[in-house]
């Protein structure tokens, strides 16, 4: 009988350490990215949107869709394409007057076209201020330093479009004129890729983690794919080649980029309204977006007397386009990089069971 106790607590011994082993390997691998205290005193995880996977089958689950390094050059990109869209006047006069492209020539005897990169007489040119544009002094400068008359960037010509007055008529300058020559398109959709493909990632990690309706859902993605395919007919369609398509494919990818927006407020009060900050960030850029009348009302009277009257001015609409259009792409990055979502833990019990055999003395 000593001898069968003795080896019945050996046997038990061993499977209470093999039982403490398992469960401290499970939590181990099981450890949230972040813990939230909250006011009563319990942790609860919360969902990083750019932390690395981690278990999901134990406590909580903890989705994720890039590593750090990824969630940060995904982000990058969209402050690159920012700098490069709010800086297209600077661009536009750096690259054509300052570098001398509109004065650049493909200059080759076995092929062609072997024409300059602006070349469109002053009489074809009509700024939109009413000014005449052989009368203006960069024009006069051109003229001097090229020996030519025909120094215009029209439709399509120059390294950016062309920055020495207004081309769209009452608007004045426009973020569409500006980026109305193939290198601007390409750093326009270029630089703005990763922030597209941001949002298909959030999105995928919010339907997984808060678990919206199927009907919210496919709104969510049919909106985001509608985009991408208007987004694309609104870059192929220049404002001074295929007009007709680029002011409709202009306004639908706005509307189906915010219904994609919202969606977010849809399931995070679903999820519940406190439990996240993606309500925060989407109605930030929302504001943002709404706001940019009267955001650009103050730019007008803050560098009026900087830049001059007509100047602001001429520029009101392109930042009035800035201000709509870094909310309305910035809500897929701003996510991925800040964006959390509370995680309920629901804990797993793990129930080791061992048959008992009676030991038989020998």
């Not at 997984?208 to 859902?217: Q, R």
């Amino acid at each position: 009988q000593v001898c069968s106790s003795r080896s019945e607590s050996h046997v038990l011994g061993r499977v209470l350490r093999l039982s403490r082993a398992t469960m401290g390997a499970v939590c181990s691998r099981s450890k949230p990215a972040v813990m939230l205290q909250s006011s009563d005193a319990h942790s609860f995880p919360m969902t990083d949107f750019g932390s690395r996977p981690m278990v999901t089958s134990q406590v909580g689950r903890s989705m994720s869709l890039a590593t750090p390094m990824h969630r940060y050059v995904l982000f990058a990109s969209y402050l690159l394409w920012l700098v490069f869209m709010w800086l297209l006047p600077f661009w536009s006069t750096y690259f054509n007057n300052n570098l001398q492209y509109f004065n650049h020539q493909w200059a080759d005897n076995r092929t062609g076209p072997n024409n300059f990169l602006c070349m469109t007489p002053s009489d074809q040119m009509r700024c939109a201020d009413g000014t005449n544009f052989e009368d203006l002094p960069i024009v006069q400068w051109r003229r001097n330093v090229s020996g030519r008359l025909d120094v215009g960037c029209g439709c399509g010509q120059g390294i950016i479009g062309e920055g020495s007055c207004p081309q769209d008529g009452p608007l004045g300058f426009t973020v569409s004129s500006y980026i109305s020559t193939v290198p601007a398109t390409g750093a326009f959709v270029g630089l703005l890729t990763p922030s597209v493909q941001s949002m298909w990632l959030v999105m995928s990690v919010v339907h997984e983690v808060a678990g919206p309706s199927e009907c919210v859902k496919q709104i969510q993605w049919w909106s985001l794919l509608l985009f991408q395919v208007a987004f694309g007919l609104f870059a192929i369609g220049d404002d001074c080649i295929f007009i007709g398509l680029h002011l409709p494919m202009a306004c639908l990818f706005a509307v189906a980029l915010w219904i994609y927006n919202l969606m977010y407020v849809c399931i995070a009060y679903g999820y519940g309204p406190f439990k996240s900050d993606v309500i925060l960030i989407v109605m930030i850029q929302a504001a943002i977006t709404l706001g940019s009348t009267s955001l650009t009302s103050a730019w007008m009277h803050i560098f009026g007397p900087i830049f001059g009257v007509a100047y602001v001015t001429n520029h009101g609409f392109f930042v009035s386009e800035c201000l709509m259009l870094s909310a309305c792409f910035g809500v897929g990055p701003v996510l991925l990089m800040f964006g959390k979502l509370d995680v309920t833990p629901s804990y797993t019990v793990l129930a080791l069971t061992t048959e008992a055999h009676p030991l038989r003395a020998p």
